[in-house]
């Protein structure tokens, strides 16, 4: 059975930072792109920053330069290193595991709530 279970979402104020983390279970983690995708209220679905199997990463422009994504293959996990957070920045962030640029498997969520 696979799962991803996501971890370390909370309150933080603007400016904070926040580490999310993904433990996979279930797959061969290690030849799946991991991504981090977030939905805030009426809002759809949108990638924030992916990971490949080898190491590449690409953000989203909103992100850049303040988030980090890393991957540990041997913990089958993945990181999100979130610093100045913003306001904007506020939604449920998914973790997904993909093979082809669309995640087949995805985590329950974590709430990320940036205010003052």
């Known amino acids: 059975q696979v799962q991803l279970v996501e971890s370390g979402g909370g309150l933080v104020q603007p400016g904070g930072s926040l580490r999310l983390s993904c433990a996979a279970s279930?797959?061969?983690?290690?030849?799946?792109?991991m991504g981090w995708y977030r939905q805030a209220p009426g809002k759809q679905r949108e990638l924030v920053a992916r990971?490949?199997?080898?190491?590449?990463?690409n953000y989203a422009d909103s992100v850049k330069g303040r988030f980090t994504i890393s991957r540990d293959n041997a913990k089958s996990t993945v990181l999100l290193q979130m610093n100045s957070l913003k306001p904007e920045d506020t939604a449920v962030y998914y973790c997904?595991?993909?093979?082809?640029?669309?995640?087949?498997?995805w985590g329950q969520g974590t709430q990320v709530t940036v205010s003052s």
């Open positions: 997904g595991a993909d093979l082809t640029g669309t995640p087949h498997h």
């Open positions: 990971i490949t199997n080898g190491g590449s990463t």
């Open positions: 279930g797959i061969a983690f290690s030849i799946y792109a």
